[in-house]
DNA sequence: TGATGTGGTTGACGTGGATCAACGGCGCGC
DNA sequence: GCGCGCCGTTGATCCACGTCAACCACATCA
């Protein structure tokens, strides 16, 4: 979940080396291009985008980026950092429903109120580019390529929660923190770093809001991981020893809830 | 989770009379408008979207409308008649992961993989509007309205899976029953039924996968609302006695996963 | 260097919902 | 009109995870 390598981290950005440009916001120039909204289009229609991000906002470490009930104006592209979305309920009780990093979308929920849905927390100082609504509709209204990746990343986004359902639908705890840790090695691997080693940027209270479990549970569960050899646990620290011994926690151990 | 009144239902379409009109797929002429994609364009608009509807199809019962692996074509509206969604593990567990009716649009899942991801199964026999996503994109890029719908519908999608995460990961098996009723009553009366009374056209089994409980927890959470005078069950006949107990029961009791 | 706070681990115990099992109601085909 | 299968209900028991509580690691700050 680390992007501009703000804290020490054990990855190595080992594809597209990261050049902090603070004056150019084109996406053009990005090199996230292919992690993020303009992936798969033409160098032609990539062009056009240039005046789609209109601002790159900073985001320090706890802030919110927006809350439900903000009003939607624009969605945005994690530049650099993380993130986590929730839904809070009236009695205090927290649904964390994502962790976003460098490359992913945020906002799409404020689309269809016109207003925003839940929360959007960053984990770490973040960057994000600003992408304005109104703009992003009338824009992919002429570049095809555009419009297209948009909706694929909506429905991206669609599945994953159907991915998220299911797990918590249907997953005992050590699969649901095997699914979440296979996961994430996924995303770091799309994003250069190491697929085996990486550093936890949530809480372990956020991770069980996420996966539907209490803290404790987490905890246990990490605990039983490591005492089998799974993975190696330091603190916020990750080392997946054997990735294969995940994959199977996954498939196999039927029942549960 | 009627359409068309094809069973025995206390309900009543009260705003909208409910011709079937075989003939004729034009938006424009259908009485189902203000549920379905077309919500809010306006009359010019609507015109324009003679040819989005390429056919209707008709889906038997327990047939499905697509199945996870399916090439992506289209996304389908539905015309009359209910359906669910799920995703299969490989060991066979299942979760559902919505209940759809009429109005409501299938297979957005699909855009994001050009195939689908999940199984869209009929729960009586129904009907659909084909929508042919390569037209749906073009007219798209021409008609803003549709446009601006288009994307409010798959926003909507991510914000209800939200709740959905809400639901499993943070309420007991009560508060997630009444969710689930008090969501049905207002879908109802979207389309013109009662908000109080109405017939379920899922098993037990369904509404327990749909939300992460086995069915007896299902059944014996109905029992319980039966005893205490909030809703009385027959069988897949619902009556809702008493909606402001359900709102309570969602809001209230703290604790659960 | 010690005080304070936040986050993580671990243990003992309680409980909500799963599991297993028996039975009842209802629709369907013969 | 009867037998069969599916669906739903209910009871008894079990267990995975929640709850409560103590303690530890580490960071921040005076």
Redesign the pocket.
């Known amino acids: 979940m680390n992007g501009q390598g703000s804290e020490s981290d054990v990855q190595m950005k080992v594809t597209v080396p990261v050049t902090v440009n603070g004056l150019k916001s084109a996406c053009s120039q990005c090199n996230l291009l292919e992690l993020c909204l303009p992936f798969g289009m033409s160098e032609h229609e990539l062009n056009r985008l240039d005046d789609l991000v209109g601002a790159r906002r900073k985001i320090k470490r706890q802030q919110n980026l927006y809350r439900a009930g903000d009003p939607f104006e624009a969605i945005y592209a994690i530049r650099a950092g993380s993130f986590k979305t929730d839904v809070l309920l009236e009695d205090g009780r927290e649904q964390v429903t994502g962790f976003q990093m460098t490359g992913e979308i945020l906002g799409l929920d404020g689309i269809s109120a016109e207003s925003h849905s839940c929360n959007a927390v960053a984990l770490e100082d973040s960057e994000v580019c600003v992408i304005g609504y109104a703009r992003l509709e009338e824009l992919s209204r002429e570049v095809e390529g555009l419009q297209h990746q948009f909706h694929k990343v909506m429905s991206r986004e669609i599945v994953r929660d159907h991915g998220v359902m299911m797990l918590l639908g249907s997953?005992?705890?050590?699969?649901?923190l095997a699914a979440f840790l296979l996961n994430l090695s996924q995303r770091f691997t799309a994003r250069g770093f190491s697929a085996a080693e990486f550093n936890?940027r949530?809480?372990?209270?956020?991770i069980?809001s996420y996966l539907?479990?209490?803290?404790?549970?987490?905890?246990?569960?990490?605990?039983r991981f490591?005492e089998e050899g799974i993975v190696a646990?330091?603190?916020?620290h990750i080392r997946i020893l054997d990735p294969g011994r995940l994959k199977k926690i996954l498939q196999h151990q039927?029942?549960?809830?």
Request: aromatic share 2%; hydrophobic share 30%.
């Open positions: 997953m005992r705890a050590e699969e649901r936890l949530m809480t372990r209270e956020e069980g539907g479990l209490k803290l404790e549970t987490v905890s246990r569960a990490f605990s490591q646990v330091q603190q916020k039927a029942g549960g809830r």
